[in-house]
């Protein structure tokens, strides 16, 4: 009779059938539930962008078994509290080219808005080196690199060397902090977009009177409700002068 394989060598083998299996479960359920709901703005859905956002929710969920990228992993919550608040901001990227992630934690919202806009070159900026190595080895595995790539640094260092049509953000520091770290560098900014709970509404009263003086025009606010009464956010999208050539 001849012997099997050594269960030293079965098992680990096994095992990675299992979490394959999960991973390609989850992007499915992820997929279905975005299909449930329209595109943010109302268009229809692209042609296999629920799919490949999926497999985005599915890959997180992996790395984030041994870093901790985010506290949702579970798929109604991927498609609802990351992919469709992250593409809120769809609607207003309008003809930008180029765009950059502050504080990008997880790819959430870059890579997603990234994914449903081909032609939009995006840089995953984060501050914390391990995070923004499972970032790029996330993006790698996706296959998305060079259109996306993620680099560690600060926001506002990375931008005093780059301009971008659009910077977009969520879950960062308080409104006043962000706008007066991005002070130095706001030329180098065409648009900023604030991904924000209704809480933002009292930040942006107290700071109106100081807005002049940090160089932030008044932001055009925008109100959404997430589906299935998954929460309300408001999109603070400040325009700006971009100097390209800004020192």
Same mark, same amino acid.
């Given at each position: ?5 050594p ?32 595109f ?7 042609e296999? @962008?629920?799919e #490949?956002?999926?497999r985005?929710? /599915? *890959? %997180?969920a +992996?790395?984030?078994?041994? &870093?901790? =990228?985010?506290g949702i ?43 449903a ?5 995006m840089? @995953?900026?984060? #501050?914390?080196?391990?995070?923004a /190595? *499972? %970032?790029? +080895?996330?993006?790698?595995? &996706?296959? =998305?690199?060079?259109r996306?790539?993620a680099?560690?640094?600060r ?11 659009v ?5 960062v ?8 770290r991005?002070?130095?560098?706001r030329r180098?900014?065409?648009?900023l ?11 942006l ?6 807005? +002049?003086?940090?160089?932030?025009p ?9 589906p299935d ?9 400040f ?9």
């Amino acid at each position: 009779m001849r012997a099997g394989p050594p269960a030293g060598d079965l098992r680990p083998r096994a095992a990675a059938r299992i979490v394959a299996a999960m991973h390609e479960t989850l992007a499915a359920e992820v997929a279905g539930h975005l299909r449930r709901h329209p595109f943010p703005g109302g268009a229809s859905w692209p042609e296999g @962008l629920p799919e #490949s956002l999926g497999r985005f929710c /599915a *890959a %997180l969920a +992996a790395a984030n078994e041994h &870093l901790n =990228l985010t506290g949702i992993t579970d798929a109604r919550g991927m498609a609802l509290l990351h992919v469709l608040d992250s593409l809120l901001a769809a609607p207003l990227l309008g003809d930008a080219a180029t765009a950059m992630d502050l504080g990008s934690g997880g790819g959430l919202p870059g890579i997603p808005l990234a994914l449903a806009r081909p032609e939009l070159s995006m840089t @995953l900026v984060e #501050s914390r080196e391990r995070k923004a /190595a *499972a %970032l790029a +080895a996330l993006v790698d595995e &996706l296959g =998305l690199a060079p259109r996306i790539t993620a680099v560690h640094a600060r926001g506002e260092r990375w931008l005093a060397d780059h301009a971008v049509d659009v910077v977009v953000a969520r879950a960062v520091e308080a409104l006043p902090e962000l706008l007066k770290r991005l002070r130095p560098v706001r030329r180098r900014i065409g648009r900023l977009i604030l991904l924000k709970g209704p809480a933002v509404d009292a930040e942006l009263a107290g700071l109106e009177r100081r807005l +002049a003086s940090l160089g932030f025009p008044q932001p055009v606010r925008h109100e959404s409700e997430l589906p299935d009464g998954a929460g309300r956010r408001v999109l603070l999208d400040f325009r700006l002068a971009l100097a390209r050539d800004a020192g």
